[in-house]
């Protein structure tokens, strides 16, 4: 690979134009020409392959490339001494390599492409007249090359994809690696997929480790008969659940941070990514010729001058925040909670299967295109408010219509726990959210990307069989880029603008926890099939993105979000729940003295601050991490007080020999 201590070129990056229609002998003027001629005149390497309906131009760029782009960018990388430096080409040696020993991740090597494909200008000082087929089009003194093409539908998508040989490697050693169950090789999704895809991983497969526990808890407490002491074994298997979600989050957390050190990224957890990424990509200049007093003076100024902008900004876009949220809360208040409630009476009263079956059906559309509608709208309040980076935004979308599916998801478990007060239907749904649901997801999440990329494979096909006039033979598809081309992006349910692919998954787990955490004391079984589940989550989520959908643009996030949030959100839900139902459970649905209603609701006080406390006993970093991280910062302060007095220096220097000539 160039660019990754390898001799051949590996394309990373393809662009999807149509194939020509005019005649031979105009290349010069030719679009296309010219798109490859200034990929080429920018250092990329360029190949052409020729489909059945389009054409593609494959890029691939040498690391001197990539390295003078990091360069022009001002990006800062770690280096050995510990500190994130302006990049040299010229020190390339300083600076800290991947774990494979590749000098840029795959989210910075997307970056560097897409600033150098679509940085390609017209540097002259009058249109360039381009032509497509019978068509002219001009080429404006400034304007970007590729986007003018976009805008004209000749570009028609510029897309990652897939190294084969990396990705036949995934998939024996992830993918189809059944015997393993939760191992996964994140170092090797991290180095392909970037950032966000290897946390969310690395998230799923602890998560599915840790489950085991109250998998094997909630069989033990409905196999066994404990006799006299049986009315304990709820209330035990409460507090015991209780404790393993406390203390698995805040060992995520520890988990989380040693991935960033391992992956040397700087990010502290919780640190907003987005914003790290521009300061390190737009970098800090000082200059050598001030001294340490008037840099100290001007930095003062600054501050004092741009504290009142902050604090109105910050305040202002605050207020747009809340307004939003409280737009969507009053929208699921008055216009979801209704529907969802009527559906949950209707499904209890009505006596007839087929019609709870019609009625569940009618439901499930109708909540499809509600949920739909929710997240356009969710996506147009985020428009308006002032967020500092994409990221943010994304969680703030993700806060917005987790609401929307919280609501549909639960309220109909609610009505039948603490309304009806009947177990019996609980249970019933719970089985059947859980396991039908859950089944029917997976199923319809991987056969639908195939069905979507067999479709578009039969429309061109029959579509090259019109232009020939031939019903005769079968076309194959003797090109990967172009198959790659035809296959279903990573996107999210609720649109691409925000999000991709990831919000469906984080939302598919999110919403088991919540069901399996906040009704555990009525079906202690459910942590098991969640257990089966999330096993065969991870391996068909490999296969989908290296085998059924386009290669996932790279996203430089580093933590889960805000699911974190929604994560420990559930938890303080569920120690609500279980503690109602505890109050209440029996096969009558009446109220119980024993425990006692009194000992209940003293269990939650404490697991609440059992939950809240945690945290100050597990720190959210191992020590190994912070024992680096302050060898770093010695480091780092060792060399800055060496330059700052070298600068000091040669500064009085001066002024002495200044003074003597006067």
Not at 34 to 51: D, P, Q, S, Y
Not at 499 to 513: C, R
Request: hydrophobic share 45%; proline share 3%.
């Amino acid at each position: 690979m160039v660019g990754h201590g390898e001799e051949e070129p590996v394309y990373e990056i393809a662009v999807a134009v149509p194939k020509r229609r005019a005649k031979e002998g105009d290349e010069s003027e030719d679009c296309v020409e010219v798109l490859v001629e200034e990929f080429r005149k920018v250092g990329l390497i360029t190949e052409r392959v020729v489909g059945i309906a389009d054409e593609f131009i494959k890029l691939a760029a040498p690391l001197e490339i990539l390295g003078r782009t990091a360069a022009e960018l001002r990006m800062k990388k770690p280096t050995h001494i510990g500190m994130d430096l302006q990049f040299e080409w010229e020190d390339v040696h300083a600076f800290v390599r991947q774990p494979d020993g590749s000098l840029f991740s795959w989210c910075e090597r997307f970056h560097f492409y897409r600033h150098l494909i679509y940085g390609i200008v017209n540097k002259s000082r009058s249109d360039i007249i381009l032509k497509w087929d019978a068509k002219e089009i001009h080429w404006e003194p400034g304007e970007p090359l590729l986007q003018r093409l976009e805008s004209e539908s000749i570009v028609k998508q510029v897309f990652p994809i897939h190294v084969e040989a990396k990705r036949k490697e995934l998939l024996g050693s992830w993918a189809l690696n059944w015997l393993d169950f939760t191992r996964q090789p994140i170092d090797d999704i991290y180095l392909y997929f970037g950032t966000k895809i290897a946390v969310y991983f690395a998230f799923l497969g602890m998560y599915t480790r840790w489950m085991m526990f109250p998998a094997g808890l909630g069989l033990i407490s409905q196999l066994i008969d404990f006799g006299p002491f049986q009315f304990l074994v709820l209330p035990i298997f409460f507090v015991c659940i209780t404790l393993w979600a406390v203390v698995f989050f805040q060992f995520w957390k520890r988990k989380n941070s040693a991935l960033l050190t391992r992956w040397q990224i700087s990010y502290s957890v919780g640190a907003d990514p987005g914003y790290d990424l521009g300061y390190k990509l737009s970098g800090k200049e000082w200059s050598s010729i001030q001294s340490p007093v008037e840099i100290a003076r001007k930095e003062e100024q600054d501050r004092s001058k741009d504290k009142e902008k902050f604090q109105r900004e910050e305040w202002f876009g605050a207020f747009l925040r809340i307004r939003n949220d409280a737009i969507v809360i009053l929208s699921i208040i008055c216009l979801q909670l209704p529907f969802e409630l009527a559906y949950a009476h209707l499904y209890e009263v009505v006596e007839s299967d087929v019609i709870k079956f019609g009625l569940t059906a009618i439901y499930l559309v109708l909540i499809q295109h509600f949920t739909r509608i929710g997240g356009k709208v969710s996506v147009q309040l985020i428009n308006h408010e002032r967020n500092v980076s994409r990221e943010y935004r994304a969680d703030s979308l993700v806060y917005k219509v987790f609401g929307l599916y919280f609501m549909q998801s639960y309220i109909g478990l609610f009505y039948h726990a603490l309304l009806h007060r009947n177990f019996m239907t609980l249970r019933q749904v719970l089985i059947q959210r859980l396991i039908i649901s859950e089944v029917l997801e997976n199923l319809w999440e991987n056969s639908f990307p195939y069905l979507k990329y067999s479709y578009k494979k039969h429309k061109v096909r029959k579509k090259k069989r019109c232009e020939k006039g031939s019903t005769r033979g079968r076309i194959q598809f003797a090109s990967r880029v172009e198959k790659e081309y035809l296959k279903p992006s990573y996107s999210a349910s609720i649109g691409d603008e925000l999000e991709d692919g990831l919000f469906d998954d984080f939302l598919e787990l999110a919403l088991q926890f919540g069901m399996i955490m906040m009704f555990a004391c009525a079906f202690p079984l459910a942590f098991a099939f969640a257990a089966l589940n999330n096993i065969t989550e991870i391996r068909t989520d490999a296969l989908k993105l290296l085998v059924m959908m386009k290669r996932p643009v790279p996203r430089a996030a580093v933590t889960i979000g805000a699911w974190l949030n929604i994560f420990q959100f559930l938890i303080v839900m569920s120690i609500c729940t279980n503690s109602a139902l505890l109050c209440i459970y029996d096969q009558e649905g009446k109220w119980k003295i024993e425990p006692g209603l009194a000992a209940i609701l003293v269990m939650e006080h404490v697991l609440l601050l059992i939950k809240f406390g945690v945290s100050r006993f597990v720190p959210e970093e191992p020590a190994w991490v912070r024992a680096h991280r302050v060898k770093n910062a010695t480091q780092a302060q060792d060399v800055c007080s060496k330059q700052l007095l070298r600068t000091i220096s040669a500064g009085e220097k001066l002024f002495l020999e200044a003074t003597k000539d006067d």
